[in-house]
């Protein structure tokens, strides 16, 4: 049910941004997937998650998914890095790039001009922006940032916890000018 309300409210595009408060094993990742096949066409996608450990269960997935686009993942903190791949190098629509905040923290200082082409950004565990502590903070920073620099990319918000998922649509819509829908 989570993925065919998505469909209905935020695709074709997808054209709006989307916050999905969905209990685990409801369809998050369903929602995902299909929001990243449709924003291949049009551009790069980021895709955030909050640990290192789930930046890999995501590349993984998403590689058995989506065969016929690159997903490309970033390790680390914030830590500088030459390692191939991990630079937002010869960007072309349809690759997915999967890495922590901190690391898109690093890629934003190195390259802030490659997001221009960014067609949406999914946040895993969305529900760390209520945090109070460096981690929320961060992440609702380098969600600003990515998402002023990229002038048509959306957003897809994910948690099985959101506390206030009508606040966060409410903050994206105003602070990015982006119609934003909830999916319950």
Not at 50 to 78: C, K, M, W, Y
Not at 85 to 110: D, H, I, W
Not at 141 to 167: C, F, H, K
């Amino acid at each position: 049910p989570a993925a065919a309300s998505y469909a209905y409210q935020a695709l074709p595009g997808p054209s709006h941004s989307a916050v999905v408060a969905v209990p685990t094993g409801a369809g998050k990742s369903a929602v995902a997937d299909l929001a990243v096949q449709h924003a291949a066409t049009t551009g790069w996608i980021l895709y955030l998650a909050p640990t290192n450990a789930l930046v890999s269960q995501i590349r993984r997935q998403l590689r058995a998914d989506h065969p016929g686009i690159t997903i490309r993942e970033f390790f680390g903190g914030a830590e500088y890095t030459t390692l191939d791949g991990e630079t937002l190098q010869n960007l072309t629509a349809g690759q997915v790039f999967v890495m922590t905040p901190e690391k898109c923290s690093l890629a934003l200082r190195q390259s802030p001009e490659a997001f221009a082409t960014m067609s949406l950004c999914v946040l895993d565990e969305a529900h760390i922006l209520g945090d109070d502590h460096g981690r929320g903070q961060l992440t609702e920073l380098v969600l600003s940032e990515v998402l002023t620099r990229a002038p048509s990319g959306q957003a897809l918000l994910m948690s099985a916890l959101i506390a206030n998922p009508d606040a966060i649509a409410d903050w994206l819509t105003e602070s990015h000018g982006r119609a934003t829908v909830v999916i319950r």
